[in-house]
């Protein structure tokens, strides 16, 4: 048996399909009737590159910066508790030690 997923269209072929209608004027019918592509899809391509600009269609290999961000965040949050654990041992150590 074969994997019945979606098909998955690559940005260049997203952004050169959205550039079609933009910039050639073809209509979102016509376009996707040549790229063999569903109107509705293409559609909502041209609707993310409108809105979004050059950060539309931020799959593979590309992100948008707060997706960028989030593993940095993650780790500083990571050591953060590592340094607060620390220090909250180091307290109760030497607050327990004999004088």
Do not use: C
Not at 20 to 38: P, R
Not at 70 to 91: C, G, Q
């Amino acid at each position: 048996m074969g994997s019945h997923g979606r098909k998955q269209y690559a940005v260049d072929f997203k952004r050169d399909a959205v550039a079609l209608v933009i910039q050639q004027e073809y209509s979102v019918a016509e376009a996707a009737k040549n790229l063999g592509v569903n109107a509705g899809l293409l559609r909502r391509w041209k609707t993310e590159m409108e809105r979004t600009g050059a950060s539309a269609f931020p799959g593979k290999g590309y992100q948008t910066p707060d997706q960028a961000e989030r593993p940095r965040l993650r780790e500083e949050n990571r050591r953060l508790r590592m340094e607060r654990d620390i220090s909250k041992k180091a307290t109760a150590f030497f607050a327990s030690e004999p004088r």
